[in-house]
């Protein structure tokens, strides 16, 4: 069992004015802080963090206490090691600390570190800024605090934009080739796009107009680097997403400058790519962009190019289905199912329709483009062959816009299903595959509700007209 003598003999080593003392107090902690030991130790501290009152000064024997001695430590550290490179054991042990702090199983305190923090994100901002080879530690350090709302309140604007322009600086570095730490390569560029994707998800408030265009600038540095698809460029998508999700209605023009910047990677993998996740950001990417771009010329040139993409896309993957026969007892639970990544998909290609059929969608590029047919005609084909995909497609588009778009439109595409519907019904007859059946008939569906309802306000509007004529 640890008791208060344990914990006061390494406060008093790492309270110490000399180097070696320090260093054994940090080895001292770590035994307690891992293995079966560790338990009973960040309960005792936890417990103690606990009876802390708003505003009182930390005890020893405390988690903010022992944070705010660890980071004395490293400043020493750093400051006696001008010849060489700062023991790596002091950021580590601060790294476990924080981590340990904010466990729930040991902590009794949903905040056991507020009254430090503000202290702790200065230190982790002035140690980046100067001492590479803790770069590792501080990051997990920084993702671990950035992502409770109550630090973040702590977070200093001006620290928190150091700390983003640092890792959007870290993470082009560490693409052209400039390693300074332990970890190869690759690791450290992961890590670095983990730390900078915490960042960007969890600003302390809006994004200062001051750096705008400095993050815009990062990413168009960064996705100039890009060239292969994997976790690295999966994350760095995610990225440039939640910067969309969070600061996206206030780039205006900038927009357009992060999607030239990220466009010849987006639609280089989207057809090639077989990591689902990649997939699936890449689909967020159209949405986020087609739904927050406001100027019509580039409107008309992003609904281009995510037509090539999704008409392929579409097609593609209405040939994979489920063969299953209509018998089986099972049926319902595996026919027409969408799963997360068709439920995106599907919404992206009903938005991206959608604003193809109401808008001219000619490219305003001098781009040579091969002259296709428009988008209502396209759809109509692909209705009319039993697509299963492009019916889900259909179906999200009639839910979410059919009240913008013209009935003629509607009453089109209802009219082709049908005059090819026996073909798709006996189609799916003789290839045992229901799918496309299925999403024909809730395309019908679909189509009958909204042209009964339309036919039914048309007849009460002419009712009212001879109402008022008499």
């Not at 320090?22 to 802080?33: A, C, Q, V």
């Amino acid at each position: 069992m640890v008791t208060s003598r344990d914990v006061q003999d390494i406060i008093s080593k790492l309270s110490s004015d000399k180097a070696k003392a320090r260093e054994e107090g940090t080895k001292l902690l770590n035994t307690w802080l891992e293995g079966e030991k560790a338990i009973d130790f960040c309960k005792f501290i936890g417990q103690n963090t606990a009876k802390l009152k708003p505003e009182e000064i930390p005890s020893p024997e405390t988690w903010p206490f022992i944070t705010k001695l660890l980071i004395q430590c490293v400043s020493m550290e750093i400051s006696s090691s001008k010849r060489r490179l700062p023991k790596l054991i002091f950021a580590k042990t601060l790294r476990v600390v924080v981590q340990k702090a904010e466990d729930n199983k040991f902590s009794g305190n949903a905040v056991p570190l507020i009254s430090v923090v503000k202290v702790l994100f200065s230190h982790v901002w002035d140690v980046l800024n100067t001492v590479s080879c803790f770069q590792s530690e501080y990051g997990i350090i920084i993702r671990n605090l950035v992502a409770v709302r109550d630090y973040r309140f702590h977070l200093r604007k001006r620290i928190y934009c150091n700390l983003l322009l640092l890792y959007l600086e870290k993470v082009e570095g560490s693409l052209v080739g400039k390693n300074d730490n332990l970890y190869t390569p690759k690791e450290e560029l992961f890590r670095c796009i983990l730390t900078l994707h915490s960042l960007l998800e969890n600003p302390p408030g809006d994004f200062p107009d001051s750096i705008r265009q400095e993050i815009v600038n990062g990413i168009a540095k960064i996705f100039s680097l890009v060239r292969d698809e994997g976790k690295v460029s999966r994350k760095l998508i995610e990225c440039v997403n939640t910067y969309l999700l969070k600061d996206g209605p206030n780039l205006g023009s900038s927009l357009l400058e992060i999607h030239n910047s990220v466009q010849k990677f987006v639609f280089r993998c989207w057809m090639v790519t077989h990591d689902r996740a990649l997939k699936d950001a890449l689909v967020l990417y159209g949405r986020l962009q087609i739904s927050l771009t406001r100027r019509a010329d580039d409107e008309r040139v992003l609904i281009e190019q995510l037509l090539d993409v999704l008409y392929k896309e579409l097609d593609q993957s209405s040939i994979y289905s489920v063969g299953v026969p209509w018998s089986d007892a099972n049926k319902d639970d595996k026919f027409g199912a969408l799963s997360s990544s068709h439920c995106g998909l599907v919404e992206l290609a009903a938005a991206v329709l959608y604003q193809a059929c109401v808008t001219s969608t000619k490219a305003i590029s001098t781009e040579k483009r091969v002259k296709r047919d428009p988008a209502s005609v396209h759809l109509k084909e692909a209705l009319a062959e039993g697509k299963w995909l492009w019916n889900a497609a259909f179906c999200c588009l009639i839910r979410n816009y059919h009240s913008r778009m013209s009935k003629d439109l509607f009453i089109y595409w209802f009219e082709a299903i049908c005059l090819d519907f026996e073909r798709i019904l006996k189609d799916a007859s003789v290839g045992h595959s229901y799918d496309g059946l299925l999403w024909t008939l809730r395309s019908l569906q679909e189509l009958s509700v909204v042209l009964l309802d339309s036919t039914e306000r048309s007849e009460s509007s002419s009712e009212d007209k001879v109402m008022c004529e008499n």
